[in-house]
Protein backbone atom coordinates (compact mmCIF):
# COMPACT_ATOMS: atom_id res chain seq x y z
CA UNK A 1 0.00 0.00 0.00
CA UNK A 2 1.17 3.11 -0.97
CA UNK A 3 1.47 6.36 1.76
CA UNK A 4 -1.25 9.37 1.13
CA UNK A 5 -0.33 12.31 -0.45
CA UNK A 6 -1.10 14.55 2.49
CA UNK A 7 1.28 11.72 4.73
CA UNK A 8 1.97 13.52 8.17
CA UNK A 9 1.07 16.70 6.67
CA UNK A 10 -0.91 19.33 9.41
CA UNK A 11 -4.04 19.92 8.26
CA UNK A 12 -5.27 22.86 6.50
CA UNK A 13 -8.10 25.26 7.48
CA UNK A 14 -9.47 24.46 3.81
CA UNK A 15 -8.85 20.90 4.31
CA UNK A 16 -11.21 20.82 7.39
CA UNK A 17 -13.72 22.88 5.18
CA UNK A 18 -13.86 20.16 3.03
CA UNK A 19 -14.24 17.67 5.42
CA UNK A 20 -16.96 19.05 7.09
CA UNK A 21 -18.54 19.68 3.51
CA UNK A 22 -18.10 16.14 2.65
CA UNK A 23 -19.48 14.42 5.71
CA UNK A 24 -22.64 16.89 5.20
CA UNK A 25 -22.91 15.13 2.06
CA UNK A 26 -23.03 11.72 3.72
CA UNK A 27 -19.70 10.46 1.77
CA UNK A 28 -18.21 7.66 2.82
CA UNK A 29 -15.08 8.02 4.76
CA UNK A 30 -12.84 5.84 2.53
CA UNK A 31 -13.74 8.49 -0.08
CA UNK A 32 -13.15 11.39 1.87
CA UNK A 33 -9.66 9.82 2.39
CA UNK A 34 -9.07 9.87 -1.19
CA UNK A 35 -10.45 13.02 -1.81
CA UNK A 36 -7.99 14.50 0.70
CA UNK A 37 -5.15 12.52 0.36
CA UNK A 38 -5.51 11.14 3.98
CA UNK A 39 -6.03 7.59 5.33
CA UNK A 40 -9.54 6.77 6.88
CA UNK A 41 -7.90 6.77 10.22
CA UNK A 42 -7.00 9.89 9.60
CA UNK A 43 -10.00 11.35 8.80
CA UNK A 44 -11.69 9.99 11.54
CA UNK A 45 -8.82 11.43 14.00
CA UNK A 46 -9.60 14.64 12.50
CA UNK A 47 -13.12 14.93 12.63
CA UNK A 48 -13.47 13.89 16.35
CA UNK A 49 -10.86 16.44 17.02
CA UNK A 50 -12.82 18.98 15.36
CA UNK A 51 -16.34 17.60 16.65
CA UNK A 52 -17.76 16.69 13.17
CA UNK A 53 -20.09 13.53 13.08
CA UNK A 54 -19.39 10.73 10.24
CA UNK A 55 -23.07 9.31 10.89
CA UNK A 56 -24.72 9.36 7.52
CA UNK A 57 -27.88 11.46 8.64
CA UNK A 58 -30.12 10.06 6.06
CA UNK A 59 -30.77 6.88 6.77
CA UNK A 60 -33.33 5.75 9.03
CA UNK A 61 -32.68 3.53 11.67
CA UNK A 62 -33.27 -0.14 11.66
CA UNK A 63 -36.87 -1.73 12.67
CA UNK A 64 -38.40 2.13 12.28
CA UNK A 65 -40.11 1.81 9.07
CA UNK A 66 -43.86 1.88 8.90
CA UNK A 67 -45.21 -1.34 7.28
Known amino acids: MTTPKNHGKKW ?11 ARENT ?25 SLKPTNQSPYNRRKP
Do not use: F, H
Open 12 to 22: TPGDDAQLRKL
Open 28 to 52: PTRVIGLKLGRTEDAVYGRASEIDQ
